[in-house]
């Protein structure tokens, strides 16, 4: 069992910034990955960024170079820094920490954040 905490959205204007926070508490030492995905309506959600327990992260290309996930160990807390907001980046953002189970065939189990709206408007 994994419980996930987000905070940090907010309405920016477009070229602003936002950091969002992720504190994560329960069975911590299990997890393979946490990450950031979002929905905006009428969308299915989305990848954002992800982090594994190793350090690779990974981006969607519409937020390379304008977004940065990293972690504090210490705290059990992932972070998303977003710069150069834009519009289109409106939209509920949500925690994710995933559970990987290797067996004949890995399978996953994911937890979710409540959610964090975040709006890019002038």
């Known amino acids: 069992q994994v419980q996930l905490v987000e905070s940090g959205g907010g309405l920016v204007q477009p070229g602003g910034s936002l950091r969002l926070s992720c504190a994560a508490s329960?069975?911590?030492?299990?997890?393979?990955?946490m990450g950031w995905y979002r929905q905006a309506p009428g969308k299915q959600r989305e990848l954002v960024a992800a982090i594994t327990s190793g350090g690779s992260t990974n981006y969607a290309d519409s937020v390379k170079g304008r977004f940065t996930i990293s972690r504090d160990n210490a705290k059990n807390t992932v972070y998303l820094q977003m710069n150069s907001l834009k519009p289109e980046d409106t939209a509920v953002y949500y925690c994710?920490?995933?559970?990987?189970?290797?067996?004949?065939?890995?399978?996953?189990?994911?937890?979710w954040g409540q959610g964090t709206q975040v709006t890019v408007s002038s």
């Open positions: 994710n920490a995933r559970i990987v189970v290797v067996t004949t065939t890995p399978v996953s189990y994911d937890y």
């Open positions: 329960g069975s911590i030492f299990s997890i393979y990955a």
